[in-house]
């Protein structure tokens, strides 16, 4: 009697704590990401994301005044002043200071420390300072450590770097519009191939259906990666390798079963009536699949759009391979990320930054279609 119309299964409160995991692990990196593109590189370093909003302990490296400024008291040649002040900075609260870069906390505010060679530094926890030394000063200023407690601080300055600094706007502006130039008719010819498809193994009796159908279903697991070689032999040797014709074609074949099955499984799925009425009324078979198929399977469509966008947008392993160029002319966003990986590994605020204006795109088309998603993969599941 557990499995009565109107009454609740008992795992309904695993499905509701599977279905928040998974949101979750969805949303908290994505969230992480965005955060951390508006934050400065040492708050990424200094504190997680989840942190951006209270103030955290970061090291600050700080400069005394430069010894032109050192005055002679009492014999030895003294230099005061406020280190915040010296950097150009806002005064912060002092918790530790140091004088190397192996301790940068060993001393307490207010504690003097003597340096040898008759040099000796005292810090106040408010920044202000005096460096004295038996010898005349010469060059830059005395390097200080400090430990300060900071406010949160979010900043547009990563997104200018990104995509406006003359140093980087040519790289990722032109990855950009390189995945653009990728993704779109990717996704466009196997919708426009896989309809016509779809519409004669649903409608239409020829010999042979059934197993082109089969056919379909078994190209749905095959490796990716076990095509990979021989279809760039094959490009090559017609002339498309190496470029977006090619990267074009190999998406293409790669997404056209999924994109045939789940159109086929849909129009399947659509009122035969309709079908008889129109051919009874003289429409032919293109009249029919131009004017009563394709708007009626725009969810189907959709979906499959849906999926084909995020798969070329993201994708790395098919635009090495037939998409290399030395030049860097036809670099994608995903190879660009990294490059940035390889020459910026330290600077976190320029790649979160990176990530995210990669991941910017997928998200717009992924919330403006989702509507139509589970239509699209639902239908035809059930008569």
Request: cysteine-free.
């Amino acid at each position: 009697m557990d499995n009565i119309a109107g009454k609740k299964s008992a795992l309904t409160w695993a499905v509701n704590i599977a279905v928040v995991a998974l949101v979750a692990l969805w949303v908290f990196p994505t969230l992480g990401l965005l955060i951390s593109s508006f934050r400065t590189g040492d708050q990424i370093a200094s504190s997680g994301w989840w942190k951006s909003m209270l103030p955290t302990e970061q090291n600050l490296t700080l400069r005394t005044a430069g010894g032109d400024e050192a005055e002679l008291v009492d014999g030895l040649y003294t230099v005061s002043g406020n280190l915040f002040a010296v950097e150009g900075i806002d005064p912060l609260d002092i918790s530790a200071f140091g004088t190397s870069s192996r301790a940068v906390g060993a001393y307490e505010p207010g504690e003097t420390v003597d340096m040898g060679d008759g040099e000796i530094i005292a810090v106040e926890a408010n920044g202000d300072y005096v460096f004295t030394s038996v010898e005349e000063m010469s060059g830059r200023g005395q390097r200080v450590f400090v430990t300060a407690e900071v406010a949160p601080e979010f900043t547009l300055e990563n997104y200018n770097n990104m995509l406006f600094d003359p140093n980087n706007i040519e790289g990722m502006s032109k990855a950009f519009f390189n995945t653009l130039t990728v993704s779109i008719p990717a996704t466009i010819i196997p919708i426009l191939v896989a309809a016509f498809a779809a519409y004669a193994l649903a409608w239409m009796d020829f010999p042979g259906r059934a197993l082109l159908i089969a056919a379909i279903v078994g190209l749905l697991v095959v490796p990716l990666q076990l095509a990979l070689i021989p279809l760039l032999k094959f490009h090559n040797e017609i002339g498309i390798g190496k470029g977006y014709l090619g990267v074009w074609m190999a998406h293409t074949g790669f997404g056209l079963p999924l994109a045939i099955y789940i159109l086929r499984n849909y129009m399947v799925g659509l009122p035969r009536d309709i079908i008889e009425n129109a051919k009874v009324d003289g429409a032919t078979d293109f009249q029919i699949f131009t004017k009563i198929i394709l708007p009626l399977s725009f969810p189907a469509l959709a979906s499959f759009a849906i999926f084909q966008f995020l798969w070329t947008w993201n994708d790395l392993l098919v635009a090495i391979v037939f998409l290399i160029d030395s030049s860097g002319e036809t670099t994608v966003m995903t190879k660009q990320i990294i490059e940035l990986l390889g020459t910026r590994g330290g600077n976190w605020e320029i790649l979160a930054t990176a990530a995210f204006v990669s991941i910017a795109v997928p998200l717009v088309v992924f919330f403006a279609m989702q509507k139509y998603l589970v239509r699209g993969l639902l239908a035809g599941s059930v008569k």
